[in-house]
């Protein structure tokens, strides 16, 4: 609002000025020592007189725009907003500001007087001024999955990823043969997990990954193994599990899920062990892949390995007589073993590997 002068008061010494102003609801005294200019809707200066000499001084107002929170602060001292947003500095003082977001937010920009970008904000005094801080959320990294082989580039403003590396599931054993004793062929074992916390990459770069390959059923013979997943040459890799053995008298032997002691990250767990077909009672279960806080589970007889935290489930191994397919289609989770009996089970294959960057 306008602002009318009520009264006006001069003293002999070093002809200072004693004002009182009223904007209709309240009145504002002002030290002694000082002759104000009072303009309609703001104090844009006052002259320091007091001693007989002469300082001219001018408000620096800052304020906060956006969804999130922070502090700017003023060097000189002076401004900590926070609470103290304005301050009056004297003329031709060169003054900066700093933003600071408090957590879970971020600094975006600055706007007025002439400041931009995120860095700090300077200006030099010769007129009241004002400056605006934008603070934003902090955006939440989000998952990004990668199911083949290939390559990423990292987006303008990313440079920094979570990455974690499931290995692939290896396939199944045959069933055993009328001269094998029909015995179940193994399971196959599960993909093993690795995680990098963060690795630094270069927005506009690309970085090259493989996505491990799902271990592949043979007819009458053991199971392929899965293959490696691996970033970036070696920056995280978790191995692939084994294939199950063929049905042998007397059983077929799962395979061994892959080994955290061969991956590279760092945090690294191993994926479960595929289940022992066994003499006329089905093909063993594969093991679950690895977990993002555990090793897998093993499978047993015609069960696959349950599924920790984050990892994923084994296929479930071929009952006896059963000529069902029982392929895995879990990320780094391993296929069953074939079933045993007058008609052999297929085997199962395993899952193939899974990358997900978080950023």
């Given at each position: 609002g306008s602002w009318e002068l009520t009264a006006l008061f001069e003293t002999t010494n070093y002809q200072t000025k004693y004002a009182t102003s009223d904007n209709g609801t309240s009145t504002v005294l002002y030290e002694v020592g000082n002759h104000l200019k009072i303009t309609p809707d703001a104090i844009a200066s006052r002259t320091n007189t007091t001693g007989g000499g002469e300082t001219t001084q001018y408000t620096l107002t800052t304020s906060k725009t956006g969804d999130g929170t922070g502090t700017v602060t003023s060097n000189p001292s002076g401004i900590n907003c926070g609470s103290t947003c304005s301050y009056d500095f004297d003329d031709n003082t060169e003054v900066t500001l700093t933003a600071e977001a408090t957590e879970g937010s971020t600094f975006t920009a600055w706007s007025g007087e002439g400041c931009s970008g995120t860095g700090t904000c300077v200006v030099t005094m010769s007129e009241a001024m004002g400056v605006t801080a934008n603070f934003d959320v902090e955006a939440s990294p989000e998952p990004h999955y990668f199911t083949t082989s290939g390559t990423w580039q990292a987006p303008a403003g990313v440079t920094s990823v979570k990455i974690e590396c499931y290995g692939a599931g290896g396939a199944g054993g045959a069933g055993g043969s009328a001269s094998l004793n029909y015995t179940g062929g193994g399971g196959g074992g599960g993909g093993a997990y690795s995680k990098i916390n963060s690795y630094n990459v270069t927005p506009g770069n690309s970085y090259s990954f493989t996505v491990g390959a799902k271990g592949t059923k043979v007819s009458s013979n053991d199971g392929n193994p899965g293959g490696d997943t691996v970033f970036n040459v070696d920056v995280c890799v978790a191995k692939g599990g084994a294939g199950g053995k063929k049905g042998a008298s007397p059983e077929g032997v799962g395979g061994a899920g892959g080994s955290s002691?061969?991956?590279?990250?760092?945090?690294?767990?191993?994926?479960?062990?595929?289940?022992?077909?066994?003499?006329?009672?089905?093909?063993?279960?594969?093991?679950?892949?690895?977990?993002?806080?555990?090793?897998?589970?093993?499978?047993?007889?015609?069960?696959?390995?349950?599924?920790?935290?984050?990892?994923?489930?084994?296929?479930?191994?071929?009952?006896?007589?059963?000529?069902?397919?029982?392929?895995?289609t879990n990320y780094g989770g391993a296929g069953g073993g074939a079933g045993a009996g007058p008609t052999l089970g297929s085997a199962g294959d395993g899952a193939g590997g899974l990358i997900i960057l978080t950023y």
């Open positions: 002691g061969s991956g590279v990250g760092d945090v690294k767990y191993s994926g479960g062990t595929g289940g022992t077909g066994n003499m006329g009672g089905g093909g063993g279960g594969g093991g679950s892949s690895a977990g993002t806080g555990s090793n897998g589970n093993n499978g047993t007889v015609t069960s696959g390995g349950a599924a920790p935290e984050g990892g994923y489930t084994g296929g479930n191994g071929v009952a006896m007589g059963n000529a069902s397919d029982n392929s895995s």
